[in-house]
């Protein structure tokens, strides 16, 4: 029982895991939303980046940190839910837009939730 098992991350103490989460890149931390305790834990440690830039098009949404891909979204709704959930955790420096049209305009109330210097 247990004699010889390796633990697996999920073993490991909340302390230790906030720890890890720290030192992954967004795109990684995004992706600890499928395991509940993870998740949670990932809310918990703050995101500090110098700047975001929205990319958007009729056909593309991505969001860039640093003028490197780290998100593409399939349409405008997943494009501000990303949003909304970046925000709750992250601060950023300056938010920069890129082919917005007057049909995007809903995406504002999406940056409103930012932790910001200036946006």
């Known amino acids: 029982d247990g004699i010889g098992e390796k633990p697996s991350l999920i073993d490991l103490p909340n302390e230790i ?39 958007i098009s009729d056909s593309q949404f991505a969001v860039y940190y640093s003028h490197s891909v780290q998100k593409k979204c399939s349409d405008i709704r997943q494009l501000s839910s ?28 999406s940056l409103q939730h930012f932790h910001a210097y200036r946006l």
Not at 39 to 52: A, C, G, P, R, S
Not at 86 to 100: F, P, Q, S
Request: proline share 1%; charged share 20%.
């Open 17 to 55: 895991l906030t720890k890890i989460i720290s030192y992954l890149d967004i795109p990684s931390r995004l992706k600890l939303r499928v395991n509940k305790r993870l998740d949670q834990l990932e809310l918990t440690v703050m995101n500090h980046t110098m700047n975001i830039f929205l990319n």
């Open 82 to 109: 990303t949003l909304k959930r970046l925000a709750e955790n992250t601060i950023v420096r300056n938010v920069h837009i890129m082919g917005m049209t007057h049909d995007h305009t809903h995406l504002l109330s």
